[in-house]
């Protein structure tokens, strides 16, 4: 049996590992990307634009044995069960620091040997294939903070602050994310999903019109006209 370190896989709160062997998880160094090409009449090659990751899809290869008060068809009901999703969920393997948010999307080479065995290959997508922190960090009250960062992808942040007006800066970029003046409320500013709220209700209205939600680097030093909170994942490429 492996090693319970190493034979670890977590889907929506879930350690599947106790169901079976993690066999091996297969997934590409980088996700697969798209290139945004534009061709030239009369010129050799194209004219490159940009490029975009595509979904990542992550194969995990797990094996089954029966124990001496459950049979397969049990063990393999509660693997499916588990693995049962039409929303996204947090997925993890093998302990690492990346988390994907992902939903089940195959089953490839099932195979049964009688009671005593089964092999299988789960198939997960995850739409953003650019992965995340297990938590989101959080950095408390302040006007001014530098911010540091175990990686060197941008990530976006949740701002919270209790007021009438706040003005966020990103001093490396210049971008800012204000709040004009109006009555005093707890706005949450949530960069992820480009929306401002207070309480259950939008507050779009007092955003201000140039306002971008912006990207935080590693580094970057934020400041506020008034004090602020801040939450974010860390983002990853790849897993260590």
Request: net charge positive; charged share 25%.
């Amino acid at each position: 049996m492996a090693n319970l370190w190493n034979n670890s896989l977590i889907f929506a709160g879930k350690e599947l590992g106790k169901l079976g062997v993690i066999e091996y998880v297969e997934r590409p160094a980088l996700p697969p990307m798209k290139i945004s090409q534009k061709e030239i009449i009369g010129r050799d090659g194209v004219l490159y634009k940009t490029k975009n990751f595509e979904p990542l899809y992550i194969t995990v290869k797990i094996r089954q044995f029966n124990n001496i008060t459950r049979n397969i068809d049990d063990i393999i009901f509660d693997l499916m069960e588990l693995v049962h999703s039409k929303t996204l969920a947090p997925l993890n393997y093998r302990n690492k620091r990346t988390w994907y948010d992902a939903v089940l999307v195959d089953i490839q080479n099932f195979e049964k040997f009688r009671n005593r065995m089964a092999y299988l290959e789960l198939v997960f997508m995850a739409p953003d294939p650019i992965a995340r922190s297990k938590d989101r960090y959080k950095v408390d009250s302040f006007t001014s903070k530098e911010i540091s960062m175990a990686t060197s992808l941008a990530t976006k942040g949740i701002f919270t602050f209790t007021g009438s007006a706040n003005k966020i800066t990103n001093m490396r970029t210049g971008e800012f994310i204000e709040m004009l003046s109006g009555s005093s409320s707890k706005f949450v500013i949530n960069c992820e999903k480009e929306v401002v709220t207070i309480g259950s209700n939008r507050a779009m209205d007092r955003l201000n019109v140039y306002s971008d939600f912006f990207e935080i680097k590693s580094g970057d030093t934020i400041k506020a006209t008034s004090p602020v909170s801040l939450e974010y994942y860390e983002r990853y490429l790849y897993d260590r």
